[in-house]
Nanobody, 130 residues
Framework: QLQVVESGGGLVQPGGSLKLSCAASGFTLDYYTIGWFRQAPGKELEGVSCINSSGNRTNYADSVQGRFTISRDNAKNTVYLQMNSLKPEDTAIYYC???????????????????????WGQGTQVTVSS
């Protein structure tokens, strides 16, 4: 079964940090652009960050620019989202998704939103509260 699974969510105080992981199973991430997304209660799904297939280009939503860092380790078939200086408004369910790209587009910049992912995870809850 082809799937991605998120982990690393939890409860953290404002100003704290969390590192989310997105692990793929049943396929390798080498030819996939990966995105992170979140949905807060009562709000629509929004794009947070993405990293291209080659791992040399990243993109971020304005709301997280400078605080979040996306990275990938293809040897571990995993993508990470390091979240620092967390704020209560970062509270949401965080999802990752993988989108297959043609080899010719591996170096292209990714788009945070919209993101037409082929495989979506079930999400991990992040709660920022004192």
């Amino acid at each position: 079964q082809l799937q991605v699974v998120e982990s690393g969510g939890g409860l953290v105080q404002p100003g704290g940090s969390l590192k989310l992981s997105c692990a793929a199973s049943g396929f390798t991430l080498d030819y996939y652009t990966i995105g992170w997304f979140r949905q807060a209660p009562g709000k629509e799904l929004e794009g947070v960050s993405c990293i291209n297939s080659s791992g040399n280009r990243t993109n971020y939503a304005d709301s997280v620019q400078g605080r979040f860092t996306i990275s990938r380790d293809n040897a571990k078939n995993t993508v990470y989202l390091q979240m620092n200086s967390l704020k209560p408004e970062d509270t949401a369910i965080y999802y990752c998704a993988a989108k297959r790209v043609l080899p010719v587009f591996r170096q292209a910049m990714c788009v945070v939103w919209p993101f037409d992912g082929d495989h979506w995870g079930q999400g991990t809850q992040v709660t920022v509260s004192s």
